[in-house]
Every structure is written in C-alpha cells, then in structure tokens.
C-alpha cells in the first residue's frame, strides 16, 4: 500500500525558514517523480515544485523560486521541501504527491494527508 | 502557463441527480492532459479522471470525463451522498502543472 507522510509543518514568522519531510513507503520511490501542493485557507491546489526520481531535475513555480529548495534521498525513501524567507501568503497546507512516471510532468495518483505552515507573527 | 478556469463555482443538487462540471484552459492542453480530482473537507485530494476521460482505478464509472482542446468536462451521472466534495481540473505535460480553482458541489 502506497504511503505518504509529511511532517515539519508549524507556525514560523514572517522571513523565517522551514524543511517539510515525506516520507514515503509501498513504491519504488526513486522511480517515481515527486512534487510539493498545497492549499491556502479556502483556496484551491497550487502546484509548488517538482524532482525527477534521481533527483536531477528540480522545478519551481515562479512564487517560490529562488526561496525554496526540494530535494530527495532515495536511501531514506523521503521527499524534502526547505522554505526560506517565508511570507504570509506561503500559509498554506502543503501536500507531497506521487507523480506516475520517473520524469515530473504527470498526474499524481497518490497524495500524502498534509502538514499546515503558518507564517505569522 | 495555462490558466485553468473551472464553473460553476458551486452547484447546489439533490442525491441522484446529473452533475456537470467544466474546466476551461486558456490554452489548448496538449495531448488532453487533463486530470479530476475530488477532495472533501480535511482530506487530500482523490484522483478521479486522467487523459481527459481515462478513469483511475477503484473509479466508479458514474463519474466521467470528456472534451478536447480546452474544454473539458466532468460528469456525475446519478449523486451519490459520498460525491458531495470539491472537484478540481489539472493540467499537465510539463513539469508546471496548473490546477482549476474547483467547482464545489453542494447538496
């Protein structure tokens, strides 16, 4: 059965930092690519980034680029997410998701339950 | 980037009635890559619907998907209680994917 488990989520102040983790179990996870979702208070699914299953390719969208950082160790089966210079509008419940090819560029057929970041002071 | 634009936002319908749901692309999605998902309150998101009209395993086939181009559509033949949720459009084909804003249906 198909595992995902994040954790790391907490309450930071504006410009401070913060490492997600999932933790995966059930797959060949570094044949999978990976990807970071969340959702804002009320709001719908923003895609955050992406990795390939080496770990090689990395993708950000454009309102996190340059301030967070994904990484996986396929020997810990474990997805990361390091988030610098937090804004209020990063507040979010942050999902890890399970792309279905090695590449990141598909739908995600597994979805972790979510950690909630709140950036406030 | 390709915006996706889902409506209605809410659609308020009676158990075993027909929903229909449409997400619209600024873009034409390449190859129909567009997936559904459902999502209830205080859960992650469900895949329902890849390619456009492939459904996801364990689906039942009361839900559907169909169009082409940029616009695409969910189906729900016949509301069962459980589909009362958040239904959301995803496009892909890149590593950038886009997700609609979601089309709540309501009882």
């Known amino acids: 059965e198909v595992q995902l488990l994040e954790s790391g989520g907490a309450l930071v102040q504006p410009g401070g930092s913060l490492r997600l983790s999932c933790a995966a179990s059930g797959f060949t996870f570094s044949s999978f690519g990976m990807s970071w979702v969340r959702q804002a208070p009320g709001k719908g699914l923003e895609w955050v980034s992406a990795i390939s299953g080496s770990g090689v390719g990395t993708y950000y969208a454009d309102s996190v680029k340059g301030r967070f950082t994904i990484s996986r160790d396929n020997s810990k089966n474990t997805l990361y997410l390091q988030m610098n210079s937090l804004r209020a509008e990063d507040t979010a419940v942050y999902y890890c998701?399970?792309?279905?090819?090695?590449?990141?560029?598909?739908?995600?057929?597994?979805w972790g339950q979510g950690t909630l970041v709140t950036v406030s002071s | 980037e390709s915006v996706l634009t889902q409506s209605p936002g809410t659609l308020s319908l009676s158990p075993g009635e027909r929903a229909t749901l449409s997400c619209r692309a600024s873009?034409?999605?390449?190859?129909?890559?567009l997936a559904w998902y459902q999502q209830k309150p205080g859960q992650a998101p469900r895949l329902l619907i890849y390619?456009?009209?492939r459904r996801a395993a364990g689906i039942p086939d009361r839900f559907s998907g169909s169009g082409s181009g940029t616009d695409f559509t969910l189906a729900i033949s016949r509301l069962e209680p459980e589909d009362f949720a958040v239904y959301s459009c995803q496009q892909y084909g890149t590593a950038y994917r886009t997700f609609g804003q979601g089309t709540k249906v309501e009882i």
């Open positions: 873009q034409s999605v390449s190859n129909n890559y």
């Open positions: 390619g456009a009209s």
């Open positions: 998701a399970k792309d279905v090819s090695v590449v990141p560029a598909a739908f995600f057929d597994y």
